[in-house]
T-cell receptor, first 112, second 114 residues
Framework: DAGVIQSPRHEVTEMGQEVTLRCKLI?????LFWYRQTMMRGLELLIY????????DSGMPEDRFSAKMPNASFSTLKIQPSEPRDSAVYFC??????????FGSGTQLSVL | AQSVTQLDSQVPVFEEAPVELRCNYS??????LFWYVQYPNQGLQLLLK??????LVKGINGFEAEFNKSQTSFHLRKPSVHISDTAEYFC????????????FGAGTRLFVKA
């Protein structure tokens, strides 16, 4: 298995633009997590899904952020409109039960 | 509220010396415990985990950790570190409430010097 695949690896955009981050889970995993990492705030859980259903989205900063899981192997995180304070590394991770998380390589987002 | 505290933000150590990275958690329910490592420009990788059974768990790269329920700790140790162990290390917990929400500590930067 190729592991968790995130795209794009880097994204540079201007304030106000829509940004879509993508994640492909490891086959057989049934939980999907989106995290954001910054120097100031560390690793923050934004949202997680279990069996394609959003379980906890309390970490989503505001309505500008939305996440979907249209099928068991794919997820998107959308920011619209983007703002400079959204600049961070966004990770997705998948897991099966409590075996531990498998992380993607992350998307480095820069909003100018 | 549940939380994970990593007591040291940075730990400098000489090569071949032993190291301990400290982690304490706060929870009103039982937990599952994990350590992850993050190398520069990469995602986190699972080092080891405690789910049940023996309180001493061994992981990859020669690391081990011990679960201490009375002290609510899960410290990570390695008897002899290498330059290549330089990385950020994160302690994490999953609450035993039926879900899989994983809460991370702030991380400890291990810097191994020659």
């Amino acid at each position: 298995d190729a592991g968790v695949i995130q795209s794009p690896r880097h994204e540079v955009t201007e304030m106000g633009q829509e940004v879509t981050l993508r994640c492909k889970l490891i086959s057989g995993h049934n939980s999907l997590f989106w995290y954001r990492q910054t120097m100031m705030r560390g690793l923050e859980l934004l949202i997680y899904f279990n069996n394609n259903v959003p379980i906890d989205d309390s970490g989503m900063p505001e309505d500008r952020f939305s996440a979907k899981m249209p099928n068991a192997s794919f997820s998107t995180l959308k920011i619209q409109p983007s703002e400079p304070r959204d600049s961070a590394v966004y990770f997705c991770a998948s897991s099966f039960s409590r075996d531990g998380l498998f992380f993607g390589s992350g998307t480095q987002l820069s909003v100018l | 509220a549940q939380s994970v505290t990593q007591l040291d933000s940075q730990v400098p150590v000489f090569e071949e010396a032993p190291v301990e990275l400290r982690c304490n958690y706060s929870s009103s329910v039982s937990v599952y415990l994990f350590w992850y490592v993050q190398y520069p420009n990469q995602g986190l990788q699972l080092l080891l985990k405690y789910l049940s059974g023996s309180t001493l768990v061994k992981g990859i790269n020669g690391f081990e950790a011990e679960f201490n329920k009375s002290q609510t700790s899960f410290h990570l140790r390695k008897p002899s570190v290498h330059i290549s162990d330089t990385a950020e290390y994160f302690c994490a917990v999953i609450l035993n409430t039926g879900g899989f929400k994983t809460i991370f500590g702030a991380g400890t930067r291990l810097f191994v010097k020659a």
